[in-house]
C-alpha cells in the first residue's frame, strides 16, 4: 500500500455555491458551482484584502459564478488578478475581471513556456478504464451527486488564450494592501506555469497553492506539460517552507503545510518504488502496473491513474532508472524495461 495522507475535506453542509466565506483572516472564499472528478466541489476563487482587493483564480467561465464574483466585488479596487495556472477551471474569469476593473492579470505565463518539451504520449489500449456495463453500483454517482458527465474527462483542459498582463518569477511582489502583501512562487510540476501565492499580513503567512497541493486529493501531473521531476522540486519547496496555512484552490484550507507536503512527497517517493519494483518484476507496461497498483481505486479513475504513472516512468527514464524498451520518449503504449 501506499503511504497514508492525511486528507483536509471540505464538507458540502460547510458551503454554498456563490456564497462569500471567510476562510482566513484577510481572505474570502467564493466557490464556483462546477464539481467534477478535477475540481471537488468546485474552483473556491478568493479575494484578499478590502478596499484594495487581489483576486486569486477568477475561475471557470460560468455565468452563475460571474454574477456571484461581481457581487461579491462590489465596493471593493481590484488591485490585481492572480492565477496559479491556465486550466480552464482557474483562468477564464481573469478576462472578464481585467475588462471589468481594469487591474492586470498575473501569472507565472502561458501555457507551453519555450523550453518545455513535448511530445506524442500516445494513447491508452481500447477499452482501458472503462466500467463495464451494469457492473459498477458508483458509476451513475457523478450525475446524481453533482450534475457532472457521467463519462470522466482525462484531463484538465487548458485555457490556450490565456496570457497574463504581467509575467512574474519567484519572489515577485504581486500584490499589496492595506496591512498586506504577495509574492510569486514558480511551482512547476502540475502545469510548467504553476505558481502559487504567499500572502504575508504581517503576523501570518498563508501560501495559496493552486492545484499544487490540495487537501481533498493527490494532483493529477500528466506529460508532457506535467512533469513529475518538477513536481517533486516544487514540493519540496513549499514542504521546506513556514507557511501557517496552505489555501488550495479547490476545498478547504490546510493547516500545517510543511507536514502536510512531507506526507505528499512520501506518498509519491512509495508510488515511484511500487513502480520501479513492477517494472523489474516483469509488470512492463502502463495499463498492467495501473492494473496491479490501482486495483482498490474504481476504474474509469484508470486513465488518470496511467497519466500519473506515465510521470512517474518519465522521471525514472530520465534517471537512468527504468528504460524504454526500442528506445524514445516514454508514452502510454510503451513497453519498460528495468535497468
Ligand atoms: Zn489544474
Known amino acids: 500500500m501506499s503511504a497514508a495522507i492525511d486528507f483536509v475535506q471540505l464538507d458540502a ?15 474570502r472564499r467564493i466557490i464556483a458551482h462546477n464539481p467534477s472528478k478535477f475540481t471537488y466541489h468546485g474552483t473556491g476563487t478568493y479575494v484578499v484584502g478590502s478596499g484594495d482587493v487581489a483576486v486569486v483564480d477568477p475561475g471557470p467561465d460560468l455565468d452563475e459564478h460571474r454574477a456571484a464574483l461581481d457581487a461579491a466585488l462590489r465596493g471593493e479596487r481590484v488591485r490585481a488578478i492572480l492565477v496559479t ?7 477564464p474569469l481573469a478576462r472578464w475581471l481585467c475588462a471589468e476593473t481594469g487591474a492586470p492579470t498575473i501569472a507565472f505565463g502561458p501555457h507551453l513556456r519555450p523550453g518545455v518539451p513535448e511530445w506524442d504520449i500516445g ?46 518569477v519567484t519572489g515577485d511582489v504581486v500584490a499589496t494592501g492595506s496591512g498586506w502583501s504577495m509574492t510569486a512562487l ?24 493552486g492545484d499544487h497541493v490540495m487537501g481533498w486529493s493527490t494532483t493529477v501531473v500528466s506529460p508532457p506539460d506535467g512533469d513529475m521531476t518538477a513536481y517533486f522540486e516544487s514540493l519540496r ?48 507496461s502502463i495499463p498492467d502496473i495501473v492494473t496491479e497498483l ?10 488518470p491513474a496511467a ?27 510503451s513497453v519498460y524495461v528495468g535497468r
Open 294 to 303: 490501482y486495483a482498490a481505486v474504481r476504474v474509469e479513475l484508470h486513465k
Open 123 to 168: 494513447t491508452d489500449p481500447e477499452g482501458f478504464g472503462v466500467a463495464p456495463a451494469n457492473d459498477d453500483p458508483a458509476a451513475g454517482e457523478d450525475t446524481a451527486a453533482d450534475g457532472a458527465a457521467t463519462e470522466p474527462k482525462m484531463e484538465e483542459s487548458t485555457d490556450l488564450d490565456f496570457a497574463p498582463d504581467e509575467e512574474v
Open 237 to 284: 519547496v513549499v514542504a521546506g517552507r513556514t507557511d501557517d496555512l496552505a489555501i488550495p484552490t479547490h476545498g478547504a484550507p490546510i493547516p500545517s503545510p510543511s507536514a502536510y507536503v512531507h506526507q505528499l512527497i512520501a506518498h509519491r517517493v512509495e508510488r515511484e518504488r511500487q513502480i520501479v519494483d513492477a517494472v523489474r518484476r516483469g509488470v512492463v
Open 186 to 209: 514558480h511551482t512547476p510540476g502540475h502545469t510548467s506555469n504553476h505558481t502559487c501565492f504567499v500572502l504575508d499580513d504581517g503576523t501570518a503567512r498563508t501560501l495559496f497553492t
Open 85 to 91: 495556472h491556465c486550466h480552464a477551471d482557474h483562468s
Open 307 to 333: 497519466r500519473s504513472v506515465l510521470s512517474h516512468l518519465v522521471k525514472l527514464v530520465d534517471e537512468g532508472v527504468v528504460g524504454v524498451a526500442g528506445g524514445g520518449r516514454p508514452r502510454l503504449d
Open 13 to 27: 453542509a460547510d458551503f454554498t455555491y456563490g456564497a462569500v466565506d471567510t476562510v482566513a483572516p484577510q481572505v
